[in-house]
């Protein structure tokens, strides 16, 4: 509602709405007087002050110090929940596929395929772009193996050594380098040998017999042959 006129309406049914005069009679006919209409209350004089706000801090017990990871406090319809993040690092950009990429990865599902272990070929193209993995997308066998062989730890999160030494042959492999002396001692036969058995959940000693297997098809020591 805007400003109360000055100028009083007729029929004066909604003095709300003015602020002028009224003006009465006593009789149909007699003499009229003005009525005016009481001052209005003066403005509130309250003065709100605006308040920094602050950013929320989950508190624990000075006698409980909390290292674990991040914490994020989530709104949900029946109240706050906490929810944990593992402070994961970003993954790793999806290697080109080019041909001898492809050929490494192809050698490693079929030795899985031969022996039948179809779902842990199955992980073999997320392994490979260091996409995550979760506890449903494995058996519980596959789990304990890829932990106990040293590429997943207990939060299923990507080991930093199998990161690093992985990146550095997907890279070769993709053409990006021909740094092999970030491979380490490790050759791409070894490799690919190793990871194998972990997939295999059988014992790292089988791994000089994979690795014949692989040489077979063409996974050499520091390439792929026939790759094209």
Request: net charge negative; with cysteine.
């Amino acid at each position: 509602m805007g400003y109360p006129s000055r100028a009083s309406e007729f029929p004066n049914d909604n003095a709300s709405i003015s602020s002028g005069a009224r003006w009465l009679s006593e009789q149909p006919i007699g003499a009229v007087a003005p009525e005016l209409p009481p001052e209005p209350a003066p403005a509130s004089s309250t003065v709100h002050e605006l308040v920094a706000s602050e950013r929320f801090v989950l508190g624990f017990d000075d006698d409980e110090p909390y290292d674990g990871p991040p914490l994020e406090l989530h709104l949900g319809a029946s109240g706050p929940v906490v929810v944990v993040r593992s402070a994961e690092r970003a993954p790793e950009p999806e290697p080109d596929a080019t041909p001898a990429f492809r050929h490494f990865e192809n050698a490693l599902t079929r030795a899985l395929m031969a022996r039948s272990a179809t779902r842990a070929a199955a992980v073999v193209p997320r392994l490979l772009r260091l996409q995550s993995l979760t506890p449903d997308s494995l058996s519980p066998e596959l789990a304990a193996s890829l932990k106990s062989h040293g590429y997943l730890d207990e939060n299923f999160r990507y080991s930093a050594k199998f990161r690093d030494l992985w990146a550095a042959w997907s890279a070769v492999l993709s053409g990006s380098s021909n740094d092999l002396s970030a491979c380490g001692s490790t050759t791409l036969d070894t490799f690919g040998a190793q990871l194998l058995a972990a997939l295999l959940t059988v014992p790292g000693g089988r791994a000089e017999e994979l690795r014949r297997e692989l040489r077979r098809d063409g996974i050499a020591a520091f390439g792929v042959l026939e790759a094209a």
